[in-house]
């Protein structure tokens, strides 16, 4: 008897046309970092990942229980405010302006579906 079982990883999950990568870019690093690793990803084949929006950011946040993979830490968006950004620290879901030098956010990318 030959049994085969079915193992397909998807290394995202979709949320309302978003997809978001299943873990973490980085767990600490300044913005135009955390812009460059999005950039680079290639995860599931696909090249057109980014840093999220904060209104994407904030998607995320509502639905991180689905998503999963998050940690009680400040996450970046590309919503800028002069030289800060704009994060949301998912341990209370609260939005801040953060100096683009700050080194501890973490990186989660994301990418539309079309």
């Not at 084949?45 to 980014?50: A, E, I, P, V």
Request: glycine share 6%.
């Amino acid at each position: 008897v030959i049994s085969f079982v079915a193992t397909s990883y998807v290394p995202y999950v979709v949320i309302d046309a978003l997809a978001v990568q299943k873990s973490d870019s980085s767990n600490g690093t300044t913005w135009s970092a955390a812009v460059d690793l999005c950039k680079q990803s290639r995860v599931g084949g696909y090249s057109d990942w980014h840093l999220p929006s904060l209104s994407e950011l904030t998607l995320m946040y509502t639905n991180r229980y689905e998503i999963g993979g998050f940690y009680t830490a400040t996450y970046w968006s590309t919503t800028a405010s002069v030289s800060n950004h704009y994060v949301i620290d998912f341990s209370s879901g609260e939005t801040k302006l953060l100096q683009s030098s700050y080194t501890k956010g973490r990186v989660r990318c994301v990418r539309t579906i079309n």
